[in-house]
């Protein structure tokens, strides 16, 4: 099956430094680097621009807004993430996509009170691997909506299952069923080498069906 977007992971070079970009011009970096931005965030969008041009795609360079939304252009949706040194981007060409990407580490075992045991339940046993996997989830459904980061409970689990969905040569193994607002979506996961992946996009429906 053939989806209408593209996805696309790399590790982040511990010696990257803004000048190595390719992408991206020189305003646009100062700009970032005037707000103090991570030299991953920069990275990040020079990897995403860097995949519009070896895709053929004529995407902007990507802007946010005043509450750091991204701003879509030319009928094209965008999402990044980044997190120790790894590095996830993807376009969209029909309709709004979120990706995100957390490596996966123990933490305080409070954390896993934000969510419940019936989606445990469905995502499976109570462990780290699965946590990351359900946050990933969730936020990459907050970033196909463009929203925040206090909306991860109201994000519901209602079901996941094993798969197998190639994209990009990336292969997904789990694709989740969501509830959002009213709205039905589906999750594709992958955990490997210590992180965990989601991309969340409206052509995913089909796949449960």
Request: hydrophobic content about 40%.
């Amino acid at each position: 099956m053939v989806f209408p977007l593209h996805i696309a992971l790399r590790p982040l070079d511990c010696n990257f430094h803004s000048s190595n970009t390719l992408y991206l011009t020189e305003k646009y970096k100062q700009d970032f680097i005037t707000r103090w931005r991570p030299i991953s965030s920069i990275a990040a969008r020079d990897f995403l621009m860097e995949l519009a041009y070896c895709k053929n795609i004529a995407l902007p360079l990507p802007r946010q807004d005043a509450q750091g939304v991204p701003i879509f252009e030319n009928h094209l949706a965008w999402s990044i993430s980044h997190t120790d040194h790894f590095l996830a981007v993807s376009i969209s060409q029909h309709g709004s996509i979120g990706i995100d990407i957390e490596r996966i580490k123990p933490r305080d075992i409070v954390c896993f009170d934000l969510f419940d045991d019936t989606e445990y339940q469905f995502s499976g046993w109570k462990n780290w691997q699965i946590f990351y996997r359900m946050w990933t989830i969730k936020e990459s459904v907050i970033k196909w909506e463009r929203s925040w980061l206090d909306r991860l409970q109201d994000i519901r689990i209602i079901s996941s299952r094993l798969c197998s969905v190639e994209i990009d040569t990336i292969v997904f193994t789990t694709m989740t069923q969501i509830m959002n607002r009213g709205i039905l979506l589906v999750v594709l996961s992958w955990e490997k080498e210590g992180y965990a992946y989601s991309v969340t996009h409206q052509s995913f429906l089909s796949l449960f069906y």
